[in-house]
Each structure stands twice: as structure tokens, then as C-alpha cells.
């Protein structure tokens, strides 16, 4: 029997959405691209539309260190062509700890660009800890 009101693809595509259902277990960074993908799917997006993508991209972002972005949402959002002081004083943080970890690595990253160290790492992450104390003294 034919169903008596027929579903526009639209209303198809909203019913099965699995976006919804998706995003609660997800990780932000592993929203962010679906968002991204969601949000270049509109054909013609209204204001309205981008002002709200842009308003939940912020609001899933803004506590992450990716602050360039967020700020230039945060410009989009309120009309502003400068962000304030604080994403600049957030940005120097994150690049200060960037720094700080790759000078706490530095050791490690060069040891495992050499062949010669990576030719003796074995499956065996404890024989490759002893190794990498005893040869190498990380």
C-alpha cells in the first residue's frame, strides 16, 4: 500500500541523519571535519546558516589550541575585523608549550631520525626502553 504523504528527499536525508547521534561520542577534533563536510553540502547557505555553523564550530573549538581559528570565528561572529588581546595572549601560551615540548623531544626525535638507532628498536617496547637508556642514555 502506497504511504499517503510522500517523503521529499529532504525530509529523508533529515530523519536518517546520523550526525546527531554521531557527535556525542565523538572527540572535537573528530567533529570538526564532519561539520566541515556539513557545512559545504548547503548548495546556497542563508546568513543564518553560516552564522550558526560559524557559532557551533566556535563553541566546539575555542577550548582547544586552535586559536587563529577560533578568533577568526569570534571576528565572524561579532562583525569585528581585529580579535581581541586575549586570543594574541592565548596563541603566544600555545606556542610557548610548542616550543617546551619540542625542546623536551628533541633528544628522542633526533635518536630516531638516525638509521643506526632505529635498526636496533625491536618489537619489544621494554627491550627498546633498556636499549635506548643503556645506548643512548634517554
Known amino acids: ?14 530523519e ?26 548547503e548548495e546556497e547557505p542563508t546568513p543564518e546558516i553560516t552564522r550558526a555553523n560559524a557559532k557551533v564550530k566556535y563553541e566546539l573549538l575555542k577550548k582547544t589550541n586552535m586559536t587563529d581559528y577560533v578568533a577568526q570565528l569570534y571576528c565572524q561572529l561579532e562583525g569585528l575585523d581585529e580579535p581581541p588581546a586575549e586570543f594574541a595572549t592565548k596563541r603566544e601560551e600555545v606556542l610557548e608549550q610548542l616550543e617546551k615540548y619540542n625542546q623536551e623531544s628533541e633528544k628522542i626525535t633526533d635518536l630516531l631520525s638516525r638509521e643506526d638507532v632505529v635498526t636496533g628498536l625491536r618489537s619489544d617496547k621494554v627491550a627498546n626502553l633498556e636499549f635506548l637508556k643503556k645506548e643512548h642514555g634517554v
Open 16 to 41: 536518517n541523519d546520523l550526525l546527531p547521534k554521531l557527535v556525542t561520542h565523538l572527540d572535537r577534533h573528530l567533529i570538526f571535519p564532519l561539520l566541515q563536510f556539513v557545512g559545504e553540502q
Open 1 to 14: 500500500m502506497a504511504d499517503a504523504k510522500a517523503k521529499t528527499p529532504e525530509e529523508v536525508v533529515k
